[in-house]
């Protein structure tokens, strides 16, 4: 069974940065493609970053790219989103999850997500 954990989230100024963890098991960092979903208020859940778990190729939403970067440390047995230069539309709440395969396929299912972590923005 794959368990996530997410831990990071917070209160934070425009401009300012934080960063996300989520805490998975070796065995599930090293075979399967990691990301990060979120879900603003009154909004759909969208998705924001992944990586792959072979060649550790990543992907971004647009409006992300350029200020969050998506990592993962297998020894740590996490996965990072470090995100940079916050503005009040990335306040929600971030998702840990993780696909079936080792490659991110959008459209396919979860083997698993995680309970969330608020990230709030302040203006």
């Known amino acids: 069974q794959v368990q996530l954990a997410e831990s990071g989230g917070g209160l934070v100024q425009a401009g300012g940065s934080l960063r996300l963890s989520c805490s998975a098991s070796?065995?599930?960092?090293?075979?399967?493609?990691m990301g990060w979903f979120r879900q603003a208020p009154g909004k759909e859940r969208e998705f924001v970053a992944a990586i792959n778990s072979n060649d550790l190729a990543t992907y971004y939403e647009d409006s992300v790219k350029g200020r969050f970067t998506i990592s993962k440390d297998v020894a740590a047995n996490t996965v990072f989103l470090q995100m940079n230069n916050l503005n009040a539309e990335d306040t929600a709440v971030y998702y840990c999850?993780?696909?079936?395969?080792?490659?991110?396929?959008?459209?396919?299912?979860?083997?698993?997500w995680g309970q969330g972590t608020q990230v709030t923005v302040s203006s």
């Open positions: 999850v993780a696909q079936y395969s080792d490659t991110w396929m959008p459209g396919t299912g979860f083997a698993a």
């Open positions: 070796k065995r599930t960092l090293r075979n399967r493609a």
